[in-house]
Antibody, heavy 116, light 113 residues
Framework: EVQLVESGGGLVQPGRSLKLSCAAS????????MAWVRQAPKKGLEWVAT????????YYPDSVKGRFTISRDNAKSSLYLQMNSLKSEDTATYYC?????????WGQGTLVTVSS | DIVMTQSPSSLAVSAGETVTINCKSS????????????LAWYQQKPGQSPKLLIY???TRESGVPDRFIGSGSGTDFTLTISSVQAEDLANYYC?????????FGAGTKLELK
């Protein structure tokens, strides 16, 4: 059974940093591009970052470019999102997802609240 | 950026009805190399993570009931749900993966009449 389990969310002050993790199991993690997708409270979905199978290529939208860094450890079947200079508009549930033709497998999400 | 416009934003239906959700992209999602449309549909029930229903505009994900049908090409796409069941009440999103930034439609909320 495919499982993606996010962790690391919580309450953080504006301008501070937070690192999210996602533990994958039930599929060959190293064969898949992986991504982070977020959803602000009562809002729609927003793609945040994608990383290639080897980790050599990363992609971000302008809203997080330069502040967020996606990385992976294939030996540990783990995905990460380092978030720096956090803003109130980054408040959302963050999902990790496998990426192929769309986002096929999703975790349950971890809530990040940016507030003073 | 490719803008995805979904309509309607909400839809009230009775069980057994057929519903259609539309999604329009600001540029073509048709890839000439693979001759495919890079468009996906997701279902999100309250309190749950999104679930992939359809990819490449019309290919049903494994395990998705055949009452969910994706169609369209280029810039105009449709998700049709035939004989809606109570378990289908959810938010539905289209998403393009033709180019980064990958973008989603604003969603369509399917409610019970």
């Amino acid at each position: 059974e495919v499982q993606l389990v996010e962790s690391g969310g919580g309450l953080v002050q504006p301008g501070r940093s937070l690192k999210l993790s996602c533990a994958a199991s039930g599929f060959t993690f190293s064969n898949y591009y992986m991504a982070w997708v977020r959803q602000a409270p009562k809002k729609g979905l927003e793609w945040v970052a994608t990383i290639s199978t080897s980790g050599s290529r990363t992609y971000y939208p302008d809203s997080v470019k330069g502040r967020f860094t996606i990385s992976r450890d294939n030996a540990k079947s783990s995905l990460y999102l380092q978030m720096n200079s956090l803003k109130s508009e980054d408040t959302a549930t963050y999902y990790c997802a496998s990426q192929q033709w769309g986002f096929a497998y999703w975790g349950q999400g971890t809530l990040v609240t940016v507030s003073s | 950026d490719i803008v995805m416009t979904q309509s309607p934003s909400s839809l009230a239906v009775s069980a057994g009805e057929t519903v259609t959700i539309n999604c329009k992209s600001s540029q073509s999602l048709f890839g000439s190399v693979r001759q495919k449309n890079y468009l996906a549909w997701y279902q999100q029930k309250p309190g749950q993570s999104p679930k992939l229903l359809i990819y490449l505009a019309s290919t049903r994900e494994s395990g998705v009931p055949d009452r969910f049908i994706g169609s369209g090409s280029g810039t105009d796409f449709t998700l049709t749900i035939s004989s809606v069941q109570a378990e289908d009440l959810a938010n539905y999103y289209c998403q393009q993966y033709y180019d980064t930034p990958y973008t989603f439609g604003a969603g369509t909320k399917l409610e019970l009449k």
